[in-house]
């Protein structure tokens, strides 16, 4: 064995030769890989080529691998790296449907305030009240306005001053008999400000009701009928007439009682009058005593829905309306304390005690109102 000259601390790498104690260089300080018997004569060592040689290129020491190679450890950053990408693709893409959505629910929010405002869509079903106004007082004054009238009815008796409801485009007006009741000439008075003269079409006296048709008219916006019968005492309803010749009043109020018997007048000589027609607030009667003056000989009585939405002489013929916007009935009656004890008619005005003709009784009642048959 011959010796070399080194420094000391270099170990330079050689091939191994000898047995035991005269190999050279000295055994590893740990258990070397086992090799892999493939077969008589053949070793191959883990990560090397067969008979301890390398299957791979050069490394630095000429190629010679006879020393065991340590076991390759798992590529654990390498994962890592590769997992952090997939990891973020998810993460935006999760981010992303989460943006989309709420940009997509903005947007939808956008375009249904922006119908609403428009007014072509969003209505309550069968009424123009928008669903961002419906259940307010202002809603429905706003969506239902248009559909009252003022009707003005001279006489031989003189003028009286009554409202009513419009239920076709072309001009068919329901009011009360008395307002129009023995009337020579008949003019409404949109809440537009314009005037139409009307006919006469059929009258109710019985349940004191008339249909009236403008001359002339086309295009006019419609109320919607509603159902009276699902009405409970409570409810709130809003009233619009024309009190003492104030037209388009808005009033509001609660249903106070349900079915009540009221007795009305059915000729045209006692009638709700306005100032300067020398009548009396209309009269009725209720619970066996007469109210606002005399009912005279000839009487109908009706079930009657009850409110404490104020009512003023004017507002006969006019609409009680729930907050959907749809008429629920046609105010008739109210109780004025003052004119009870014969007092001018100028000063009374409403305690609270109004009624109206339900809803149910007028579509019950129009094709006999529209065949002209009057009673």
Not at 76 to 97: D, Q, Y
Not at 331 to 336: D, F, K, R, V
Request: aromatic share 4%.
């Amino acid at each position: 064995m011959t010796e070399s000259q080194r420094p000391s601390g270099e170990y330079p790498m050689y091939p191994s030769y000898g047995n035991g104690d005269a190999a050279y260089p000295p055994p590893p300080s740990y258990r070397p890989a086992q090799p892999i018997a493939t077969g008589p004569g053949t070793t191959v060592w883990p990560g090397g080529g067969a008979d301890g040689h390398s299957g791979g290129g050069d490394d630095g020491y000429g190629g010679f691998h006879g020393l065991p190679q340590p076991a390759p450890q798992p590529p654990a950053r390498g994962r890592r790296r590769v997992g952090r990408p997939v990891a973020l693709l998810t993460a935006v893409a999760v981010a992303a449907a989460v943006v989309g959505g709420v940009t997509a629910t903005a947007i939808g929010q956008f375009t249904d305030s922006g119908s609403s405002g428009s007014g072509t869509s969003s209505a309550v079903s069968g009424t123009t009240v928008s669903q961002s106004s419906a259940g307010t007082v202002a809603g429905v004054a706003q969506a239902v306005s248009p559909t009252i009238v003022e009707i003005g009815a001279s006489s031989n008796m003189g003028e009286s001053t009554g409202s009513g409801v419009i239920i076709t485009s072309d001009g068919e007006i329901v009011t009360n008999n008395h307002v129009i009741a023995g009337a020579s000439t008949i003019k409404v008075t949109l809440n537009t400000g314009k005037t139409y003269t009307a006919k006469v079409v059929g009258t109710d006296a019985d349940k004191d009701l008339a249909l009236i048709k403008l001359e002339g008219a086309s295009g006019l916006k419609t109320a919607t009928l509603g159902d009276s019968s699902s009405l409970k005492v409570g409810d709130q309803v809003v009233a619009i007439g024309s009190p003492e010749g104030l037209t388009g009043t808005v009033t509001s109020g609660i249903v106070s009682a349900l079915n009540r018997d009221v007795t009305v007048a059915k000729d045209g000589d006692s009638g709700q009058g306005q100032q300067g027609g020398g009548r009396s607030d209309w009269p009725f009667e209720f619970g066996g005593q007469q109210f606002n003056g005399d009912t005279g000989d000839s009487t109908t009585t009706y079930k009657a829905i009850q409110t404490d939405a104020s009512l003023n002489p004017g507002n006969s013929g006019g609409a009680l309306i729930n907050m959907n916007g749809e008429i629920i009935g046609i105010n008739s009656a109210m109780y004025s304390a003052s004119s009870s004890d014969g007092s001018n008619s100028s000063s009374a005005g409403s305690v609270g005690l109004g009624f109206a003709i339900p809803v149910n009784t007028l579509k019950a009642d129009l094709d006999t109102l529209r065949s002209g048959n009057s009673s």
